[in-house]
């Protein structure tokens, strides 16, 4: 009898403490226009199957745009009051959980991935344009994009690293994306999750998730090197107090990055030296 929700992906309403989030089996759900949302606010259903990532749009509050699974996008241009399809153009396999990704600085120009490689749409899901990748690519349900926080033009995907898969990265707001390096010291795989840094353009983290080997790699020259900064090197203990548990989001703290915040199963591990030491809190701010 005990009721729990798992949230995909959430955003937050510009100027306002208004919400949009999905969860998986249970939809996609809004706060009240003009209400401070609470612990006790009752959401309202917005768009049906499993609910996964969102995004309001940061300079227009009347549009926002989620889904269900496999890319099943839908849009609003009214604060969530009606929805239209917003799929045009997408095609190839897409991943169970829906990925959508883009910068508060362009909000317009959104990104999404399946199978055949980046999808942009630069209407906020009126269409959606493809960027083909097929050298090192692959699909999974982890497969991933994500837009530079510094820098709208540095976009992110991919889906792991090994033998046959690279992550990539594009420059120039992804009409075009180079292969990047792997990590070799270990064999990786698949990741869980991209992130960018808020103030560092050719800084991103690649999230994994298996036991015994390294959870969080940071890039600072766009890929071309990857450091564990989970402590974990070549051994199955890490040597920075990173618990060995899967890890699922990354967030740098804009007003002081030498904070960082890794979501994991368990619960919240923060560094607050740049990655140098780690420890699981109970009392995030």
């Not at 706060?31 to 006790?40: E, I, K, L, R």
């Not at 709208?152 to 292969?179: D, E, K, P, Q």
């Not at 010291?185 to 840094?197: D, E, Q, R």
């Not at 368990?266 to 030491?277: A, F, H």
Request: proline letters at 5%.
């Amino acid at each position: 009898t005990y009721n729990t929700s798992q949230f995909y992906g959430a955003d937050k309403r510009p100027g306002k403490d208004e919400y949009f989030g999905g969860m998986q089996d249970n939809g996609t759900w809004k706060s009240p226009a003009n209400t401070v949302a609470s612990s006790t606010t009752n959401y309202l259903f917005n768009l049906g199957g499993d609910g996964f990532e969102v995004l309001w749009h940061s300079l227009d509050d009347q549009k926002l745009i989620g889904g269900s699974q496999f890319n099943n996008f839908a849009r609003s241009i009214n604060g969530g009051n009606s929805w239209s399809s917003a799929t045009s153009g997408l095609s190839g396999s897409a991943p169970f959980i829906s990925k959508l990704a883009n910068s508060k600085l362009n909000p317009e120009t959104i990104f999404t991935v399946t199978s055949s490689g980046v999808f942009r749409s630069m209407n906020f899901g009126v269409n959606w344009i493809l960027t083909p990748i097929t050298e090192k690519w692959g699909a999974s349900t982890f497969l991933d994009v994500d837009v530079s926080q510094a820098n709208a033009n540095i976009v992110w995907a991919g889906s792991g690293m090994s033998a046959t898969r690279n992550l990539h990265v594009s420059t120039n707001g992804g009409l075009s994306f180079s292969v990047t390096n792997n990590y070799t010291s270990v064999p990786m795989g698949t990741i869980s999750k991209l992130a960018s840094h808020p103030l560092e353009p050719n800084t991103a983290y690649a999230l994994f998730s298996f036991a015994d080997a390294p959870k969080v790699l940071r890039t600072t020259d766009l890929g071309q090197t990857w450091h564990d900064i989970s402590g974990f090197g070549t051994n199955p203990e890490s040597s920075t107090g990173f618990p060995d548990v899967a890890v699922y989001c990354l967030y740098v703290r804009p007003d002081n990055p030498d904070i960082i915040w890794v979501g994991s199963e368990i619960g919240i591990i923060e560094s607050r030296d740049n990655g140098l030491t780690w420890a699981l809190i109970d009392d995030f701010p």
